[in-house]
């Protein structure tokens, strides 16, 4: 079955500051989607990333994906307080819904 | 749209007691499933459904029930509640082509004691 494994675990910046997070698969990526979870609320999907070297951005936070790495990362400008939560990547793949989601890195913002 | 709604927010139960979560999504999503998050574990699939009369386990099923009568409602149920239990579920829905692009329900905290 496939893991995905997040580093890091946990992060604490100062408002203002870049970030990146990492999501690393145990298989072949064939498709890579990163959520956002607010304390004590449900997940919220953020973006797809589903070929190698593809890169989107919603507001300041820009995901890339490397198929050959097997790998995402999940990059924050100018982090911002309304940023702080657990960030989540899923994979899914074949022909079922199914999606496999690491366990998450919770971000902290400092004002 | 009131997208996925889930009840009870909060509930305790005592072990042996058997309960139900109810799920409910107005998108008209066929596929429906439940998750359990617990700290260091991530979210993890108990049961899913592509369809109204379709059930499947997911990861870690043993404990639990689903059946799906309709399209928008997709309830849990919890047998006999053990300690292990204790979690916060969420119920999620998709549909295709966008099947892995999930709306999630805001969760309930289960407490067994």
């Known amino acids: 079955s496939q893991e995905l494994e997040q580093s890091p675990q946990s992060l604490i910046v100062q408002e203002g500051k870049n970030l990146t997070i990492n999501c690393t698969s145990s298989k072949t990526l064939y498709g890579l989607y990163w959520y956002k979870q607010k304390y004590g609320e449900g997940l919220i999907f953020l973006m797809m990333?589903?070929?190698?070297?593809e890169e989107k951005s919603h507001e300041k936070i820009t995901a890339k994906l490397d198929e050959k790495k097997q790998q995402s990362s999940l990059h924050i400008t100018a982090s911002q307080p309304s940023h702080a939560g657990i960030y989540l990547c899923?994979?899914?793949?074949?022909?079922?819904?199914?999606?496999?989601f690491g366990k998450g890195t919770l971000l902290t913002v400092n004002p | 749209n009131a997208g996925v709604t889930q009840t009870p927010k909060f509930q305790v139960l005592k072990t042996g007691q058997s309960m139900t979560l109810q799920c409910a999504q107005d998108?008209?999503?066929?596929?429906m499933s439940w998750y359990r998050q617990d700290p260091g574990m991530g979210l993890r699939l108990i049961h899913y459904?592509?369809?109204?009369?379709?059930?499947d386990q997911g990861e870690v099923p043993n404990g639990y029930n689903v059946s799906r009568s309709t399209t928008e409602d997709f309830p849990l149920r919890l047998l006999s509640a053990a300690p292990s239990q204790t979690s916060v579920y969420f119920c999620?829905?998709?549909?295709?082509?966008?099947?892995?692009?999930?709306?999630f329900g805001p969760g309930t905290r289960l407490t067994v004691t």
């Open positions: 459904s592509v369809g109204a009369g379709i059930t």
């Open positions: 999620a829905s998709s549909s295709w082509p966008k099947r892995y692009e999930q709306y």
């Open positions: 990333l589903q070929k190698g070297g």
């Open positions: 899923g994979a899914g793949g074949g022909s079922n819904y199914k999606l496999t």
């Open positions: 998108m008209n999503h066929e596929y």
